[in-house]
């Protein structure tokens, strides 16, 4: 028999995926207390709770009177590919687990972003220009 999902562990896998995403970048402030009980419809104990989890494993800290505000974005580790053109290629990955790639000085728009699962569990993404401007991924493998 599978167990269900108790409520504050919904939210905070909610709020953890909507921080790694990107949703919720670094240094941004999460909805108060009250706005997460209407949106989520559960008590405020379920909300803290759930803050509570997110605290713990560090991707959020409270200050009272502020709020609780979405920690990270401190990068862990940066690679920087060159390419032809004076174009430089960035992977970045941060502490919450987000990556974010880009292409510095780049006169395109990466249009076309597929991610592919390897033989090794390894993540293949493969980019393709487009149309002039700039353009960032963030996701997790």
């Given amino acids: 028999m599978l167990r269900e999902i108790p ?3 919904q939210i905070a896998n909610d709020l953890r995926q909507r ?13 108060s207390i009250n706005d ?13 709770r759930a803050l509570s989890i ?12 502020i ?4 920690q990270g974005g401190e990068r862990k580790e940066e690679t920087v590919v060159s390419l032809s053109g004076g174009r430089q290629l960035t ?3 941060l502490d919450t687990g987000a990556i974010q790639i880009r292409i510095n000085h780049a ?4 249009s076309n972003v597929s991610l592919k699962g390897g033989k090794d569990d390894s993540v293949l993404i493969e980019l393709s220009p487009g149309n002039q401007g700039s ?7």
């Avoid at 921080?19 to 240094?27: N, R, Y």
């Avoid at 605290?55 to 009272?64: D, M, N, Y």
């Fill in 7 to 9: 409520k504050y562990e």
């Fill in 19 to 31: 921080i790694t995403s990107g949703e919720l970048p670094p240094g941004s402030r999460l909805p």
């Fill in 36 to 48: 997460l009980e209407q949106s989520y419809g559960v008590s405020m104990g379920t909300v803290e």
């Fill in 54 to 65: 997110l605290r713990g494993q560090k991707l959020i800290r409270t200050h009272q009177g």
């Fill in 67 to 70: 709020g609780s505000i979405v």
């Fill in 91 to 93: 992977i970045t990955a």
């Fill in 107 to 110: 006169p395109f728009v990466l």
């Fill in 135 to 141: 353009s960032a991924y963030a996701g997790r493998s």
